[in-house]
Nanobody
Framework: QVQLVESEGGLAQAGGSLRLSCTVSRGNIRMLSLAWFRQPPGKEREIVAGISRSGATTYYADSVKGRFTLSRDNSKLTVSLQMNSLKLEDTSVYYC?????????????????WGQGTQVTVSS
C-alpha cells in the first residue's frame, strides 16, 4: 500500500511563488509515476502536472505550462511542484497522486493512490 503525505500549502499573492512537496511515506517510489491534481471550488479534479517513473518525462496542463515545474527526488522519497507566477485561478486544493507503472496518467482514474489534499490560496 502506498501512502502519500503532502506538505502544507499556503497563501501567496498573485505573481508570487509557492512550493508543494509530497513524500511517499509507504511504498517504493521507484515503482511509481507521480502527479499533482487540483480541484477548484465547484469544479472537477484536474491534472496539474505529472512525472514518469524514470523522471525522464513530464506533463503539464496548458494552464500551468511555463509557470510550474515538477520534479522528483527518489533519494528523498519526494515529488515537488514549484509554482511561480501564481494567478488567482490557481487557488485550489492540490492533491498528490501516484500510480504503479512507468507512464504518466492524465486523469484521476489513472491513479490509485492519493494524498489528503492541501489548500493553495492566491490573493490579489
Amino acid at each position: 500500500q502506498v501512502q502519500l503525505v503532502e506538505s502544507e500549502g499556503g497563501l501567496a499573492q498573485a505573481g508570487g511563488s509557492l512550493r508543494l512537496s509530497c513524500t511517499v511515506s509507504r511504498g517504493n517510489i521507484r515503482m511509481l509515476s507521480l502527479a499533482w491534481f487540483r480541484q477548484p471550488p465547484g469544479k472537477e479534479r484536474e491534472i496539474v502536472a505529472g512525472i514518469s517513473r524514470s523522471g525522464a518525462t513530464t506533463y503539464y496542463a496548458d494552464s500551468v505550462k511555463g509557470r510550474f515545474t515538477l520534479s522528483r527526488d527518489n533519494s528523498k522519497l519526494t515529488v515537488s511542484l514549484q509554482m511561480n507566477s501564481l494567478k488567482l485561478e490557481d487557488t485550489s486544493v492540490y492533491y498528490c497522486a501516484a500510480r504503479s507503472g512507468a507512464l504518466i496518467g492524465t486523469t484521476g482514474k489513472d491513479y490509485a493512490y492519493w494524498g489528503q489534499g492541501t489548500q493553495v490560496t492566491v490573493s490579489s
